[in-house]
């Protein structure tokens, strides 16, 4: 009689498991600037999706080639388009933040050595309320022909 029920209650707990831990955010197109290799920063780019039913927010990002990773966007200030660091970025339920050149970007500080072109970097997120979700972004000179950029 235990065995009985023991193995139907496994078996619910390993499938409960298995939903839990599957996360609603997801990063897609991620890709880093390739630059002369004595600059000391860089930029980094991705697509982060959230097919959740509430809210995210990214607390923090890292890359091992850097010191640290800022959020960064670009406002239009008395005419004067000027780049502003960010505390955390937000998506909506059921939404997509595109960090893309131009707008809302992750900065990579205090490089160790400028990654070069067909080169990969692992761009790792933390949320406020779950884990870190990371991507391998291939190091390139631009957005390709597959990118769309928004200026307004």
């Known amino acids: 009689m ?3 029920r023991f ?3 496994a078996l619910l707990l390993a499938l409960s498991v298995g939903v839990a831990a599957e996360s ?6 991620a890709w880093v600037r390739a630059l002369p290799p004595t600059q000391p920063n860089t930029a980094g780019y991705l697509t982060i999706s959230n097919s959740g039913t509430s809210a995210i927010e990214v ?7 850097a010191d ?12 004067y388009v000027r780049m502003e660091q960010l505390a ?3 998506v909506a339920a059921g939404q997509s933040l595109e960090l893309a ?9 205090g490089l160790t050595a400028m990654p070069g072109e067909g080169e ?10 779950g884990p870190e979700i990371c991507a391998d972004a291939p190091v390139r000179k631009d957005a390709g022909d597959n990118t769309h950029h928004h200026h307004h």
């Open 2 to 4: 235990f065995i009985n």
């Open 7 to 9: 193995i139907p209650a």
């Open 24 to 29: 609603p955010v997801s990063l897609t197109g």
């Open 59 to 65: 607390v923090s990002a890292k890359a091992a080639i």
């Open 68 to 79: 640290r990773v800022e959020f960064h966007t670009m406002r239009e200030v008395d005419g």
């Open 88 to 90: 955390t970025l937000k």
């Open 101 to 109: 050149p131009g707008g809302t970007h992750l900065m990579l500080l």
């Open 120 to 129: 990969s970097v692992r761009l790792c997120l933390t949320l406020a309320a």
